[in-house]
């Protein structure tokens, strides 16, 4: 695992035409932002060619938080979601404008964008956020010792 702050990236990816194009915005949002992205298939080597529950949990419970794209209503996202949110991990749900959301917490909270452009916007406002949160939970942490 990165010793530098990551952010778990929950997307579609085989099904999703312009998969590359996201990433490579998740990527620049999240260098500007001074944290990493955590993207699960390029973990897949670390324990193997499966999905591993355990090895996703702790992923999960060490990001900073995570940011779910729901666009395409793929099924294996809500499953990584439902982990995350399980956890009490925070999350920013984002969606292509006009995606049906299905079964999450705090749904209303979904982020539209409708180009590359919107994409990579709501993007740093989200890292922010998560960034934000991480910050006054360790504030939070250290005023309790």
Do not use: N, W
């Not at 530098?4 to 990527?27: G, N």
């Not at 932002?33 to 999905?51: C, Q």
């Not at 984002?94 to 409708?114: F, N």
């Not at 709501?122 to 010792?145: K, N, T, W």
């Amino acid at each position: 695992m990165s010793t530098t702050p990551y952010v778990y990236v929950i997307m579609p990816v085989q099904s999703d035409p312009h998969y590359k194009e996201k990433r490579a915005v998740l990527s620049s949002a999240a260098a500007h932002a001074g944290i990493d992205v955590h993207f699960p298939l390029d973990h897949l080597s670390a324990y193997g060619a499966d999905f591993d529950l355990e090895e996703t949990l702790s992923a999960l419970s060490h990001s900073i938080g995570v940011v779910a794209d729901l666009s395409l209503e793929r099924p294996s996202c809500y499953y990584e979601l439902g982990l995350a949110q399980a956890l009490k991990v925070p999350v920013a749900l984002v969606a292509q404008a006009g995606t049906m959301i299905h079964q999450a917490d705090h749904r209303g909270s979904v982020v539209e964008y409708s180009d590359s452009k919107s994409y990579g916007d709501v993007l740093e406002e989200a890292f922010g956020r998560l960034i934000a949160d991480q910050q006054a939970d360790h504030r939070g942490a250290l005023s309790q010792r």
